[in-house]
């Protein structure tokens, strides 16, 4: 009886391996998602430098931040999508016709596009999605103006402390600046961005 017991446990622990491993085939067998790709702070006029995150966007260049030994560039996504993609990394390229307008790069979420905006609205209509490249990445992926089809892929992330003291605006730095986060209770509270925990929780609804 306990040999048979034995058996039957091992064949229970082949089987959860067997579909651990099949699940994660299919996750990484899931065509990207669809966006639209703009662009935004083609110079100081048009940014104001500070990233939702409280990075200084003004102060990356095409060097600033790599992951996996990529080159990586701030971008924005929608500001209702921050609490699911803040701080992940993606790989953004062109998809249909603009496959071949849209060389592909890789993109750290560091800051959103306002929900209230009327631009962020009209631009990510088309697919429901945005990725805002910001001007660090104008050179890599070969545009700096326009909307272009594209597509997105969850590739890894980064944390808050991956980012240099340099890339962070002066303020954040000093522990002085907060961002607004809508509780589950639907109450408003204010959290510092000291220490770069510039995130509300997942289970927040951001507004500024």
């Known amino acids: 009886m ?5 058996w039957l446990l091992v064949a229970l622990i082949l089987v959860a391996v067997a579909w651990i491993v099949l ?6 067998a899931r065509a990207p998602g669809k966006t639209t790709i703009s662009f935004y702070g083609q110079d100081a006029r048009d940014d104001n430098g500070r990233g939702f995150s409280g990075v200084n966007l003004l102060a990356f260049n095409s060097s600033s931040l790599k992951w996996n030994g990529k080159p990586v560039f701030p ?3 929608l500001q209702k999508d921050w609490p699911t993609y803040a701080y992940k990394v993606l790989r953004i390229a062109g998809a249909g016709t603009h496959a071949k307008k849209i060389r592909p ?8 596009c306002a929900s209230k905006d009327a631009i962020c609205r009209k631009n990510s209509k088309k697919h429901g999605f945005l990725v805002d490249v910001h001007r660090a990445g104008f050179g890599a992926i070969g545009e700096r103006t326009g909307l272009f089809d594209g597509e997105f892929e969850v590739v890894g992330s980064l944390s808050a ?3 240099p003291d340099r890339l962070w605006h002066p ?3 000093r522990g002085k600046d907060y961002m607004q986060c809508r509780r589950s209770g639907g ?15 997942a289970s927040t609804y951001l507004t500024f």
């Open 161 to 163: 402390a991956d980012i």
């Open 75 to 77: 971008v924005a996504v």
């Open 23 to 28: 699940a994660r085939r299919r996750e990484h």
């Open 2 to 6: 306990r040999r048979r017991s034995h």
């Open 187 to 201: 109450s408003l509270g204010w959290v510092p961005l000291k220490n770069r925990r510039g995130m509300c929780a």
């Open 105 to 112: 790069i890789y993109g750290v979420v560091l800051d959103v």
């Open 171 to 173: 303020d954040v730095v």
